[in-house]
C-alpha cells in the first residue's frame, strides 16, 4: 500500500526513488519502535549464553585456586554440620540429666547451636552446590545449548 502511493506521488513530483526512500526509512523506523516477544526471546537466549560462558570461562582461569576453594568449603561446612552435631547432642544430653535447671541450660544452648546452623543454611547449600557442579557446568551449559 505505501509503496503504491508513493509511486503515484513520485510519479506526480517526479521523485518516485526519493518517496519511497522516505517511505522506508518511516517503515524501518517504526519496526525499530516495536519489540516483539520474539526479539525478546532472542536477547533472553543471547544473555544466559553470555552468562554460562563468563561463568566457564572463570572456572577455567581460576583452576589454580581449587585448593582454596576447597578448605574454605570444608571449613565452612565442617563449622555447619558441627553446629548441629553439637547441638543434638546437647540435647540427648539433657534427658540424662537430674537437675532441671542443667537440662534448661542445655536446650537453650541446643537451640543456640541450630540457629547459628541454621543462618548458615543458605551458604552453605550454594557452596556444596557449586563445589559439586563446578566439574560439570561446562557439560550441563553445553548440552542446554544443542
Do not use: C
Amino acid at each position: 500500500m505505501f509503496s503504491t502511493i508513493a509511486q503515484t506521488i513520485g510519479k506526480l513530483f517526479g521523485t518516485d526513488k526519493a518517496i519511497q526512500s522516505v517511505v522506508d526509512n518511516v517503515s524501518n523506523g517504526l519496526d525499530k519502535l516495536v519489540y516483539t516477544d520474539e526479539e525478546k526471546a532472542v536477547d533472553a537466549a543471547k544473555d544466559r549464553s553470555e552468562a554460562r560462558k563468563m561463568i566457564i570461562r572463570w572456572m577455567e582461569a581460576t583452576k589454580g585456586q581449587n585448593l582454596a576453594r576447597r578448605i574454605i568449603a570444608l571449613a565452612i561446612v565442617f563449622t555447619w554440620l558441627a553446629q548441629y552435631i553439637i547441638s543434638q547432642l546437647t540435647d540427648i544430653s539433657a534427658i540424662w540429666v537430674a537437675n532441671t535447671a542443667i537440662q534448661l541450660n542445655l536446650h537453650a544452648s541446643s537451640k543456640i547451636l541450630v540457629d547459628g546452623a541454621k543462618n548458615m543454611n543458605q551458604p552453605v547449600m550454594v557452596i556444596l552446590g557449586f563445589y559439586f557442579a563446578a566439574p560439570y557446568l561446562g557439560q550441563i551449559f553445553n548440552k542446554k545449548g544443542k
